[in-house]
């Protein structure tokens, strides 16, 4: 099991930027899958973007593409996500999510991750 931990969120206007960090604890393996996702006030949760440990290959939400960046650091055992041109829409809590590459099916769907952060609020205003 890896334990999951997020932080970088807060307020911002909209159009600026924001980073952020999950780390992990626990060995991370070159097999995991490390993923954000998202929910918003009163909406399902919903997919952002992932990245595979061992290749650094990603995967993007559309209404992400192009604005946001997932990337990896082995050696602190860190994800990050920066945001920029953030869009009031982009509101949410921000989780972290862990899972072995293998058991993924689309790699989108909340429901195939067993490790999760606690969440990290990012709040764009207008």
């Known amino acids: 099991q890896v334990q999951l931990v997020e932080s970088g969120g807060g307020s911002v206007q909209a159009g600026g930027s924001m980073r ?37 290959s990603t995967d993007y939400a559309d209404s992400v593409k192009g604005r946001f960046t997932i990337s990896r650091d082995s050696g602190k055992n860190t994800v990050y996500l920066q945001m920029n041109s953030l869009k009031p829409e982009d509101t949410a809590v921000y989780y972290c999510a862990a899972a072995w590459s293998t058991n993924l099916r689309s790699g989108r769907r909340g429901e195939e991750y067993n490790d999760w952060g606690q969440g990290t609020q990012v709040t764009v205003s207008s």
């Open 20 to 56: 952020l960090s999950c780390a992990a604890s626990g060995h991370i393996f070159s097999s995991y899958t490390m993923t954000w996702f998202r929910q918003a006030a009163g909406k399902e949760r919903e997919f952002v973007a992932s990245i595979r440990w061992s290749t650094a």
